[in-house]
Structures are given as C-alpha cells and as structure tokens.
C-alpha cells in the first residue's frame, strides 16, 4: 500500500511562508501527477496546485503568483512552497498523487495562518 507523508504545516502570521513537504513510500516515478489540496471545515477539498510526471504546473487562482510545485527527484519528494500566507489559507493540506490505476493521499498537515 502506498503512502504518502506530509510535513511543514504550522502557525505562521500573515504574510509568511512555510514549505510543506511530501514524501511517498514508492518510487516518485510511479506518479503521473502529484499535486497538493486543501481543505476547509465545511467545504470541499479543493486543488492547490499540481504537477505532471513531464514537469507542467497548474495552480488554483488563489494559488497564483504566490506559491509553487516542486518535485525534487533525487529526494523522492514534492513541494509546496507558500508565500505571502494569508488568513484565509489557512487549512488542512493534503498533498496527492495519481497512477494510471488509482489515487492515493496523505493524511494532511494543518496550515494556519493568523492576522
């Protein structure tokens, strides 16, 4: 069974950065995509960002010209960097990966970001 470790949530204030972290149990080549994900109470997992096993990026509007997806193939390992952290980032982020049979996810990490 694949598994998927996050890490690098936290309380940070607004306007900070933080760097979260995901970690496979298999080969990063086994993916086509990894991608991380949020989630609020009461709303839906949304997608953050995401990035193929080719390299291309997408990224959620609010997303944008503040953070980036990264993967770091020598670490067996993908990123997420966030930037100029605004209170209503604040979430349980997910980090997900994608083979051409199934999904898998992580358990998430809190993220929160105070005014």
């Known amino acids: 069974q694949v598994q998927l470790v996050e890490s690098g949530g936290g309380l940070v204030t607004a306007g900070g950065s933080l760097r979260l972290s995901c970690a496979p149990s298999t080969s990063i080549f086994s993916f086509n995509a990894m991608g991380w994900y949020r989630q609020t109470p009461g709303k839906q997992r949304e997608p953050v960002a995401t990035i193929t096993s080719g390299g291309s990026t997408t990224y959620a509007d609010s997303a944008k010209g503040r953070f980036a997806i990264s993967r770091d193939n020598a670490k067996n390992t993908w990123y997420l960097q966030m930037n100029s952290l605004k209170p209503e980032d604040t979430a349980v982020y997910h980090c997900?990966?994608?083979?051409?049979?199934?999904?898998?996810w992580g358990q998430g990490t809190q993220v929160t970001v105070s005014s």
């Open positions: 997900a990966a994608q083979t051409p049979w199934r999904e898998y």
